[in-house]
Protein backbone atom coordinates (compact mmCIF):
# COMPACT_ATOMS: atom_id res chain seq x y z
CA UNK A 1 0.00 0.00 0.00
CA UNK A 2 1.72 3.70 -1.06
CA UNK A 3 1.68 6.83 1.32
CA UNK A 4 -0.29 8.53 -1.52
CA UNK A 5 -3.64 6.12 -0.40
CA UNK A 6 -3.39 7.52 3.25
CA UNK A 7 -3.21 10.84 2.14
CA UNK A 8 -6.00 13.66 3.46
CA UNK A 9 -8.91 13.74 1.53
CA UNK A 10 -11.72 16.79 1.58
CA UNK A 11 -13.67 17.53 -1.30
CA UNK A 12 -17.27 18.72 -1.97
CA UNK A 13 -19.53 16.44 -4.07
CA UNK A 14 -22.72 18.60 -3.72
CA UNK A 15 -24.30 21.73 -2.57
CA UNK A 16 -27.86 21.54 -2.56
CA UNK A 17 -30.96 23.08 -0.93
CA UNK A 18 -32.72 20.11 1.13
CA UNK A 19 -36.08 21.85 2.34
CA UNK A 20 -37.47 25.54 1.93
CA UNK A 21 -40.81 26.02 3.97
CA UNK A 22 -42.62 29.57 3.97
CA UNK A 23 -45.72 30.58 5.73
CA UNK A 24 -47.54 34.00 6.05
CA UNK A 25 -50.20 33.15 8.11
CA UNK A 26 -51.40 37.07 8.54
CA UNK A 27 -51.25 38.10 4.93
CA UNK A 28 -52.24 40.22 3.12
CA UNK A 29 -53.43 42.36 6.19
CA UNK A 30 -49.80 42.15 7.56
CA UNK A 31 -48.91 44.45 4.41
CA UNK A 32 -50.95 47.07 5.64
CA UNK A 33 -48.84 47.12 8.93
CA UNK A 34 -46.68 50.61 9.17
CA UNK A 35 -44.11 49.12 11.53
CA UNK A 36 -41.35 47.04 10.92
CA UNK A 37 -40.90 43.69 12.05
CA UNK A 38 -38.70 42.37 14.40
CA UNK A 39 -36.69 39.36 13.05
CA UNK A 40 -35.73 36.27 15.05
CA UNK A 41 -32.92 34.07 13.26
CA UNK A 42 -32.09 30.54 14.64
CA UNK A 43 -29.37 28.18 13.12
CA UNK A 44 -28.08 24.68 13.60
CA UNK A 45 -25.59 22.36 12.20
CA UNK A 46 -25.74 18.95 11.80
CA UNK A 47 -24.10 16.30 9.93
CA UNK A 48 -24.59 12.80 9.11
CA UNK A 49 -22.23 9.66 7.28
CA UNK A 50 -23.99 8.50 4.08
CA UNK A 51 -21.04 5.94 3.05
CA UNK A 52 -17.89 5.35 3.89
CA UNK A 53 -15.71 8.72 3.55
CA UNK A 54 -18.92 10.01 2.68
CA UNK A 55 -20.98 12.57 4.68
CA UNK A 56 -23.68 14.99 4.26
CA UNK A 57 -24.00 18.16 6.30
CA UNK A 58 -26.88 20.69 6.79
CA UNK A 59 -27.25 24.30 7.85
CA UNK A 60 -31.01 25.00 9.27
CA UNK A 61 -31.76 28.50 9.53
CA UNK A 62 -35.06 29.48 10.74
CA UNK A 63 -36.30 33.35 10.48
CA UNK A 64 -39.31 34.88 11.88
CA UNK A 65 -40.77 38.11 11.23
CA UNK A 66 -43.32 39.40 13.38
CA UNK A 67 -45.19 43.15 13.35
CA UNK A 68 -46.86 43.51 17.10
CA UNK A 69 -47.04 39.99 17.77
CA UNK A 70 -48.56 39.19 14.35
CA UNK A 71 -46.35 36.39 12.48
CA UNK A 72 -45.48 38.41 9.18
CA UNK A 73 -43.59 35.53 7.73
CA UNK A 74 -41.47 32.41 8.70
CA UNK A 75 -39.04 30.94 6.45
CA UNK A 76 -37.39 27.73 7.30
CA UNK A 77 -34.16 26.69 4.75
CA UNK A 78 -32.16 23.81 5.26
CA UNK A 79 -29.20 24.09 2.90
CA UNK A 80 -27.21 20.39 2.77
CA UNK A 81 -23.41 19.18 1.08
CA UNK A 82 -22.40 16.23 0.88
CA UNK A 83 -18.90 15.80 1.39
CA UNK A 84 -15.50 13.52 0.79
CA UNK A 85 -13.56 13.22 3.70
CA UNK A 86 -11.30 9.91 3.83
CA UNK A 87 -8.47 9.49 6.30
CA UNK A 88 -8.47 13.03 8.11
CA UNK A 89 -7.41 12.31 11.92
CA UNK A 90 -10.06 11.51 14.14
CA UNK A 91 -9.40 15.22 16.27
CA UNK A 92 -9.92 16.87 12.91
CA UNK A 93 -12.79 15.31 11.64
CA UNK A 94 -15.54 16.86 13.79
CA UNK A 95 -13.97 20.26 13.64
CA UNK A 96 -14.17 19.59 9.73
CA UNK A 97 -17.62 18.37 9.84
CA UNK A 98 -19.04 21.55 12.52
CA UNK A 99 -16.81 23.85 11.14
CA UNK A 100 -15.74 23.32 7.77
CA UNK A 101 -18.93 22.15 5.92
CA UNK A 102 -20.69 24.82 7.24
CA UNK A 103 -18.57 27.55 6.16
CA UNK A 104 -19.38 26.03 2.51
CA UNK A 105 -22.94 25.57 2.89
CA UNK A 106 -24.05 29.08 4.34
CA UNK A 107 -23.44 31.24 1.89
CA UNK A 108 -25.92 28.97 -0.01
CA UNK A 109 -28.10 28.99 2.37
CA UNK A 110 -28.20 32.78 2.97
CA UNK A 111 -29.28 33.74 -0.67
CA UNK A 112 -31.48 31.32 -1.22
CA UNK A 113 -33.45 32.78 2.48
CA UNK A 114 -32.88 36.39 1.41
CA UNK A 115 -34.64 35.32 -2.34
CA UNK A 116 -37.82 33.28 -0.74
CA UNK A 117 -38.51 36.70 1.66
CA UNK A 118 -38.12 39.17 -1.48
CA UNK A 119 -40.84 36.64 -3.41
CA UNK A 120 -43.03 36.75 -0.85
CA UNK A 121 -43.30 40.13 -1.05
CA UNK A 122 -41.31 41.77 2.30
CA UNK A 123 -38.03 43.36 1.95
CA UNK A 124 -35.02 40.61 1.51
CA UNK A 125 -33.79 39.82 5.14
CA UNK A 126 -30.11 39.47 4.55
CA UNK A 127 -28.34 37.13 7.23
CA UNK A 128 -25.32 38.12 9.31
CA UNK A 129 -21.95 36.00 8.82
CA UNK A 130 -21.61 33.14 11.05
CA UNK A 131 -18.40 32.19 12.85
CA UNK A 132 -19.17 28.38 12.99
CA UNK A 133 -15.92 27.99 14.87
CA UNK A 134 -17.20 30.35 17.84
CA UNK A 135 -20.81 28.32 17.11
CA UNK A 136 -19.26 25.28 17.22
CA UNK A 137 -16.61 25.45 20.57
CA UNK A 138 -20.41 27.28 22.18
CA UNK A 139 -22.40 23.68 21.27
CA UNK A 140 -19.30 21.82 22.91
CA UNK A 141 -19.22 23.70 25.80
CA UNK A 142 -23.15 23.46 26.45
CA UNK A 143 -23.01 19.72 25.88
CA UNK A 144 -20.36 19.40 28.18
CA UNK A 145 -22.07 21.86 31.11
CA UNK A 146 -25.15 19.19 30.20
CA UNK A 147 -23.06 16.36 30.64
CA UNK A 148 -21.57 18.10 34.20
CA UNK A 149 -25.30 18.41 35.42
CA UNK A 150 -26.14 15.03 34.94
CA UNK A 151 -23.56 13.65 36.47
CA UNK A 152 -23.88 16.27 39.44
CA UNK A 153 -27.44 15.11 40.06
CA UNK A 154 -26.86 11.17 40.02
CA UNK A 155 -26.86 10.73 36.30
CA UNK A 156 -30.87 11.04 36.99
CA UNK A 157 -32.77 13.25 34.43
CA UNK A 158 -35.27 15.53 36.41
CA UNK A 159 -39.01 15.00 36.13
CA UNK A 160 -40.54 17.34 34.46
CA UNK A 161 -43.09 19.36 36.26
CA UNK A 162 -46.49 20.66 35.04
CA UNK A 163 -48.50 23.84 36.11
Do not use: W
Amino acid sequence: MSDENLQPVFQIQRVYLKDLSLEQPNSPAIFLEQEAPTIEVALDVSAAPLADGIVESIVTVTVTAKVNDKVAFLVEGKQAGIFEARNIPADQLDPLLGIGCPNIIYPYLRANIADVISRAGFPPVHLSEINFEAFYQQRLQNIAEQQAKLQAEGGEPTPATTH
